[in-house]
């Protein structure tokens, strides 16, 4: 089981990496251009450069899990990132929402593999 967790955040990481360098300096061809409202949404997204901000968030999010040190902090950082994948593919472009529910498996994978440093937010109350 840890091996395939080893493998489940390396290919996390890797994702968000490769996709995160991609939205600075494309290099995967994106094919015909997104119509419709999320079109709009995305055109609006460079036109503000708010896409670069999310950017550097996959990037900085992915390298904890990639070098295995950090890796609640990096999946903090990416939690909020899948939550907007998921948004906009299940409200905007519903045909893409299969590559959202794959990669929230995935993180919930990692997530499960660490969750006792997240055992802290889920306390009910906090003395003091």
Same mark, same amino acid.
């Given at each position: 089981m840890k091996i395939v967790a080893t493998i489940v955040r390396l290919l996390l990481g890797l994702v968000f990496l490769v996709f995160g360098i991609n939205h600075i300096f494309p290099f995967i061809p994106l094919g015909p251009l997104f119509t419709g409202t999320v079109g709009? =949404? =995305? &055109?609006? /997204?460079?036109?503000?450069? *708010? /896409?670069? %901000? %999310? &950017? !550097? /968030?996959? #990037? %900085?999010? &992915? !390298?904890? /899990?990639? #070098?295995?040190? *950090? %890796?609640p902090l990096g999946l903090t950082l990416l939690g909020p990132v899948i939550v907007n994948i998921l948004l906009v593919q299940g409200l905007m472009q519903p045909s893409g929402l299969p590559v959202g529910v794959v990669v929230t498996f995935l993180w919930l994978l990692v997530f499960y593999r660490v969750r006792s440093a997240f055992a802290g937010i889920f306390q009910q109350r906090v003395n003091g």
């Open positions: 709009q =949404f =995305f &055109a609006l /997204l460079m036109t503000t450069h *708010y /896409l670069y %901000v %999310v &950017a !550097v /968030l996959e #990037i %900085v999010g &992915a !390298v904890p /899990l990639l #070098i295995n040190r *950090y %890796v």
